[in-house]
């Protein structure tokens, strides 16, 4: 199956060519930035699913200072994490932990 990729104009997302989010090799298919530069947030999709393997996070966020704000782990558009690892978590600006959520397979398990 050959799946073409089309960037848009706005230089922050890539569609295929039935408008669904993906984008091949790792690459995350949806990302903002602050006026000032820094990367806002990123999302990485597979089929128009939220999706990313290998441990790391299918949407993350940022402050605009720089500090991580969220990370979420997805499987095909689930939040999903094993290994008694959270599949969601947030970070206060000033880098403290702000919360963690644990899911498998979409179901909330702790």
């Given at each position: 199956m050959i799946i073409l990729q089309f960037k848009?104009?706005?230089?922050?997302?890539?569609?295929?060519?039935?408008?669904?989010?993906?984008r091949l090799n790792s690459k995350p298919a949806w990302q903002v930035w602050?006026?000032?530069?820094?990367?806002?947030?990123?999302?990485?999709?597979?089929n128009n699913r939220l999706h990313r393997l290998h441990g790391k996070p299918a949407r993350q966020g940022w402050y605009e200072s720089g500090q991580k704000s969220y990370e979420e782990?997805?499987?095909?558009?689930?939040?999903?994490?094993?290994?008694?690892?959270?599949?969601?978590?947030?970070?206060?600006?000033?880098?403290?932990k702000r919360y963690e959520l644990y899911y498998e397979h979409g179901e909330f398990i702790k």
């Open positions: 848009t104009t706005n230089n922050s997302s890539w569609k295929t060519e039935n408008n669904r989010l993906h602050y006026q000032n530069g820094q990367k806002r947030s990123e999302q990485y999709y597979e782990y997805y499987e095909h558009n689930l939040l999903h994490r094993l290994n008694g690892k959270p599949a969601y978590q947030a970070w206060y600006e000033n880098g403290q």
